[in-house]
């Protein structure tokens, strides 16, 4: 017994050995290095900065910002850093940046490392500022899309096995040729002018729309209907208001918001290609599912509409 008694007690003691062991910290004696900007933004920025390392004493924040309404030697901006780091200047405090938008923040880790990273302010360049003129419009139509019996700016070869048509037997119609008596906005200018960032970080401004030489704006009044009426197709395919109005560019989808005279408006959204030629495309997704595929000549091809493309020039 006395023997078993001996090897529990050197057990407890081990065992409590270890505890205690267990119950140290294994880092209390360590220190941190770390000296990082984890984000950056100043106001006017358009999406999150680029914030890169430089060797052991150095680092770079990019930031693209609107510096219209901003004043560059008064800038308050809103950061984080590693923690346990300091900064100077600190979160809060106004900077001024130099005549070539730079400006230099030192971060000292808890060690005692430093870097001193320098912030770069490119001015934003935006697609969208300046005149526009409306180059053409265009639009996909099908009678039947997705039958072997269809027909349309797609061809009539449509393949069941692949559902796809031919590319090469693309052709996509010139809108005015489709509304009698009417030619659509083919001479119009709208110019865009950027105001600021909002708070998903999106551009956004305001835009003009002047009529062309011929000092009128399209209708979309399509008179004699197949009814022997007249239907108004404005909500399909009058996509650029004829009104002033804001707008919204989200850069990371390509999609320009309009919307007619101010953000309670009437809302157009479109996709957004700028082409090798300067030139800029909008695609508006204009289907409604409604109406039959009856052929009624030209007006068979609007009711079967799905897509309008808008295609501005820059002007000078």
């Given amino acids: 017994m006395k023997i078993m008694e001996k090897f529990y007690a050197i057990m407890v003691l081990v065992m409590s050995f270890i505890a ?3 119950t140290e910290n294994p880092i ?29 004493s150095e680092g770079k924040i990019i930031v693209n910002a609107v510096l219209n309404n901003i004043d560059i030697n008064a800038v308050q901006p809103s950061f984080q850093i590693s923690e346990l780091a300091t900064v100077q200047p600190e979160a809060g405090e106004v900077i001024s940046f130099s005549s070539d938008f730079m400006f ?13 990273w320098t912030v770069e302010v490119r001015p934003y360049e935006s697609q969208l500022d300046g005149n ?65 960032i909002n708070e998903a970080g999106n551009p956004e401004g305001t835009f003009t729309v002047t009529a062309g030489k011929d000092r009128e704006f399209g209708s979309y009044i399509f008179e004699p209907d197949y009814k022997g009426g007249s239907t108004d197709y404005s909500a399909r395919y009058k996509k650029i208001p004829h009104e002033n109005g804001v707008w919204e560019f989200n850069e990371g989808a390509n999609l320009l918001t309009l919307q007619a005279g101010n953000e ?31 052929h009624f000549e030209a007006e068979a091809q609007i009711i079967n509409g799905f897509n309008l493309y808008i295609n501005l020039e820059p002007q000078e």
């Fill in 20 to 22: 205690i062991r267990c």
């Fill in 132 to 196: 526009w003129k409306t180059q053409n419009i265009l639009f996909d139509w099908h009678i039947g899309i997705g039958e072997t019996w269809g027909w349309g700016v797609f061809g009539p070869n449509y393949d069941p096995v692949t559902d796809t048509y031919p590319p090469e037997d693309y052709a996509p119609a010139v809108l005015s040729g489709d509304f009698p008596a009417t030619v659509p906005d083919t001479d119009n200018t709208i110019s865009f002018t950027t105001t600021g």
């Fill in 264 to 294: 309670f408006g009437e809302t157009s959204v479109g996709e957004l290609t700028t082409n090798a030629d300067g030139s800029i495309s909008l695609r508006f997704e204009n289907f409604v599912n409604e109406y039959t595929w009856d």
């Fill in 28 to 56: 209390e004696d360590f220190t941190s290095d770390d000296r990082q900007f984890l984000n950056f933004t100043i106001p006017g920025q358009v999406g999150a900065a680029n914030i890169i390392s430089q060797g052991e």
């Fill in 104 to 116: 230099d923040f030192k971060v000292v880790s808890e060690s005692g490392k430093s870097r001193t």
